[in-house]
């Protein structure tokens, strides 16, 4: 089972940029597909992106499309989320969660971190 720390949240202004990072333990990290997703205050979690296990193939939602930048290091046992031009409808706690099935299915993701925090301000 794939164990998952998020970390790189903060506190930004609109227009600014973050890099989440998701470090991972477990035999299965290079196998598994990666994926990002995010619940604000008041809703429920949505999906952001996500990486096929090989990391050629990538998944966004529109709301971030042209925005955000998922990728992934094997070897380091790592995946990113770099953020660009953030807006304050961004703000959220971010999870990482491994999939064994399917990057382009969200209802596949499981094995969660616990989130970071971002805020963006206005």
């Known amino acids: 089972q794939v164990q998952l720390v998020e970390s790189g949240g903060g506190l930004v202004q609109a227009g600014g940029s973050l890099r989440l990072s998701c470090a991972a333990s477990g035999r299965t990290f290079s196998t598994s597909h990666m994926g990002w997703f995010r619940q604000a205050p008041g809703k429920e979690r949505e999906f952001v992106a996500t990486?096929?296990?090989?990391?050629?193939?990538?998944f966004y939602a529109p709301s971030v499309k042209g925005r955000f930048t998922i990728s992934r290091d094997n070897a380091k046992n790592t995946v990113y989320l770099q953020m660009n031009s953030l807006k304050p409808e961004d703000t959220a706690v971010y999870y990482c969660?491994?999939?064994?099935?399917?990057?382009?299915?969200?209802?596949?993701?499981?094995?969660w971190g616990q989130g970071t925090q971002v805020t963006v301000s206005s």
């Open positions: 990486i096929a296990w090989s990391g050629g193939s990538t």
């Open positions: 969660a491994a999939s064994r099935t399917s990057f382009r299915d969200p209802n596949s993701f499981g094995s």
